[in-house]
């Protein structure tokens, strides 16, 4: 069974950096699947934060880009998410999800519980 | 792209026949997946390439559309349904999700 587990502060400051983990059992982090977080701001619908593969290609929402690191750590079965210069905005549950594909079709199939994320001095 | 699902919320009754519609800003073929969520729980995957059941999910979800225009049928709601459920294109990056749909008990 593939489970997903997010990990990291609750809480960041402004102008900080916000730093999540999501660390992967049940499937091999270099597997043909890509490792994605989706954010949740409070009483929102979802917005898809971006995505990395195994061999270190990325996809990012352009409206982060300019402040987001997505990595992936192989000897730890894990991939990371770093979000620089946050503000009040980039409060939200962070959710690391598997992004699978089956022929043609890609399908976010198993996610992590959530990570709740504030920003506040 | 862009995801417009409506209505955003709705009342009905167990054993209601229930649609959501989404629609898409621009032709996504059948690149569209649905998602069921429960308060303070991960989206789960419902159905994907627009009218296939994932695995496990109960056979009263149906899915169906191409292009612009796709729908979520709920044939018979069940008390377990009560939550909000999201459209999401995985056609063109960035992927996108459309604005949710609240299913609340009449």
């Known amino acids: 069974q593939v489970q997903l587990q997010e990990s990291g502060p609750g809480l960041v400051k402004p102008s900080g950096t916000l730093s999540l983990t999501c660390a992967v059992s049940g499937d091999s982090i270099s597997s043909t699947n890509w490792w994605s977080w989706v954010r949740q701001a409070p009483n929102k619908g979802l917005e898809w934060i971006g995505e990395v593969y195994h061999s270190g290609s990325s996809r990012f929402n352009p409206s982060l880009k300019s402040r987001l690191t997505i990595s992936i750590d192989k000897s730890k079965n894990q991939f990371s998410l770093k979000l620089t210069s946050v503000t009040a905005a980039d409060t939200a549950v962070y959710y690391c999800a598997r992004v699978h594909r089956i022929d043609l079709w890609l399908l976010f199939d198993y996610w992590g519980q959530g990570a709740p994320v504030t920003v506040s001095s | 792209i862009q995801l417009t699902q409506s209505p955003s919320s709705l009342s009905a009754s167990v054993g209601d026949r229930v649609t959501i519609t989404c629609r898409a800003s621009?032709?996504?073929?059948?690149?569209l997946a649905w998602y069921q969520q429960k308060p303070g729980k991960a989206p789960k995957l419902l159905i994907y390439a627009a009218s296939t059941l994932q695995s496990g999910v109960p056979s009263r979800f149906s899915g169906s559309g191409s292009g612009t225009a796709f729908t979520l049928t709920i044939s018979s709601l069940q008390p377990e349904d009560f939550a909000t459920y999201y459209c999401q294109q995985l056609n063109i990056y960035p992927l996108t999700f459309g604005g949710g749909t609240k299913v609340e008990i009449k």
């Open positions: 621009q032709g996504i073929s059948s690149y």
